[in-house]
């Protein structure tokens, strides 16, 4: 058994997480040190503003390096419809709308264990998305989600090809 199987140990991110939740359909960014400084803990390119048909993925992954979700906070003008939880495996997780803006997603594990995420617009074009991602998930990032969005373009939707 190792320290982080221990139940009420806390589980860090890896040092460094950067795959897709689910081929073709978003990207989760993850970067953190064990002290976590930064302002962001990670960034998620969600590609619809459907969150009955994005989020279960977004969860599933962070649930793989994290350990189980038990919210998630977003903003409820940002997207299409927002239910209160949603069923992912066998586990309920607790939806939360607060007017935290569309450029951030809350994510908690257990009982207070918050983690923020920059949520990139799904009309962001794909250089802008990870120009901002990459950004977010520095360890010594101070600039807040919303301009980091401003600052790469990424508030800015893609142009028709």
Do not use: K, Y
Request: glycine share 6%; charged share 25%.
């Amino acid at each position: 058994m190792t320290e982080s199987d221990i139940p009420g140990t806390p589980r860090f991110l890896p040092d460094a997480v950067h795959q897709s939740v689910r081929p073709g359909t978003a990207l989760l960014r993850l970067e953190t040190t064990h002290a976590r400084e930064g302002i962001l803990d990670g960034a998620w390119w969600p590609r619809s503003r459907d969150i009955g048909a994005e989020l279960p993925s977004l969860i599933t992954a962070l649930t793989e390096h994290l350990g189980p979700v038990t919210r998630v906070g977003l903003d409820g003008s940002a997207w299409d419809e927002l239910p209160t939880r949603v069923t992912v495996g066998d586990r309920v997780v607790h939806i939360d709308s607060f007017p935290v803006g569309d450029d951030t997603v809350l994510i908690t594990r257990g009982e207070r264990d918050l983690f923020s995420l920059l949520l990139v617009p799904p009309d962001t074009s794909p250089d802008a998305a990870r120009a901002a991602m990459a950004r977010a998930v520095r360890a010594d990032n101070v600039t807040e989600a919303r301009q980091i969005l401003i600052d790469t373009r990424s508030d800015t939707p893609a142009t028709p090809a």
